[in-house]
């Protein structure tokens, strides 16, 4: 059997965008020998200090508790369970269209069968140490001026792909692949056109 490389992948469970390339990556997974290890950064931490629109500034600050309590239950529970809270968050986020966080944490919570406890953590700074390290780590690899998701794999990172609809099966491989020939280029920085819908998500994977 061929070792699987490790992609690294740092999400927002807010993110549309960084949701839609976290199925792809899944699917990825399927067809290619890699293997992604799951990592906390923070739209809220990126964007202090931002002259927002008040619409944006709302959504961040209500964006610290479900990213804080992914980071309290990978300190006080292990790193297992990051995965597995980003999923349930992210299906009632994005498929359950579920507005209010402290009911996405709570349901989270209880889905994947973590102490409901660890709720209280969303709107206290106890662990933000940590958070702040993680969301460091992932968005040093590419620069301030981007976004969730960033992916680092082997000499490569980079913000994105950004994807509105979720690639299967072969298709997943190849982009991957294409994503890899460009970002593996040291001269190569951006590829961009205007998007013209929003993320599309099935009820359910």
């Known amino acids: 059997m061929t070792d699987r490389a490790t992609a690294d992948f740092w999400f927002d469970p807010i993110c549309p965008f960084a949701w839609a390339t976290s199925r792809w990556m899944l699917e990825v997974e399927k067809v290619r020998e890699v293997e992604v290890k799951w990592h906390v950064m923070s739209l809220s931490v990126l964007n202090e200090g931002r002259d927002l629109s008040p619409h944006y500034r709302e959504s961040m600050d209500n964006g610290w508790g479900p990213v804080r309590v992914i980071i309290a239950a990978r300190e006080l529970h292990g790193e ?63 620069g301030e001026d981007v976004g969730t998701p960033v992916v680092a794999f082997n000499d490569a990172a980079f913000f994105g792909p950004v994807i509105t609809r979720v690639p299967t099966g072969e298709d997943a491989g190849k982009l991957w692949d294409g994503t890899l020939l460009v970002a593996g280029n040291p001269y190569f920085f951006e590829l961009k056109r205007t998007r013209t819908e929003s993320p599309q998500f099935p009820e359910a994977v």
């Open 80 to 142: 297992k369970w990051v995965k597995p809270l980003y999923d349930a968050m992210g299906a009632l986020i994005h498929y359950k269209k579920e507005q209010d966080r402290s009911v996405v944490i709570e349901k989270a919570l209880a889905e994947v069968g973590l102490p409901a406890d660890l709720a209280k953590y969303a709107t206290t700074d106890e662990y933000d140490e940590q958070l702040r390290a993680s969301h460091a780590e992932g968005i040093g690899k590419v």
